[in-house]
């Protein structure tokens, strides 16, 4: 098979099951809203990490494409059109977008499980942050939180409340499976 066309077939499949895990969420009892996933970020960590920032950047962007289509009713909620393409980059084409930048300390830090795991946490990070700027400035105009907190505190504690649990089952996830599942991470496999 062309290497190219395997790598696009592999991708697919990678986004599909990202995709397919995304549906399954659950909301944990300590959540003030959002829903953690059971690491369907991750298939597009190991995107980037055998392919390289500039797929697996491609790649993601394919994901976030797909994560708005399936919640386009979150984007319609902007009063108007400037909210509503705000809606979309931040809480979806960027904060998604960024998990293609998940293998930037492979090569960089020495042990490459430990830079594997440092790439899920600064790319999952960045997506917090999307999501946080999004929740403070466009989410907090449409809809004020019950509680009368300041709107930063309000989206750090509404967004926080998934996307640490979210980092830390990924991580985990990640570290645990490096080391079994190495030659495979790394693209061994393809040569």
Known sequence: MNPTTRRMVESAILIAIGTVLSIFSFQGPWALGGSVTVCSMLPLAIIAWRHGTRWGLASSFVFAVIQMLLGFSNVGYGRNAAEMLLIALLDYIVAFTVIGFSAMFRGRVKDDRLAAVLGIVVT????????FVSGWFIWEALWPNGYNYAAPLWSLLYNGSYMLPEIIITGAVTWLSFAPLKRYWLGEDLK
């Open 124 to 131: 999952f990070v960045l997506r917090f942050l999307c999501h």
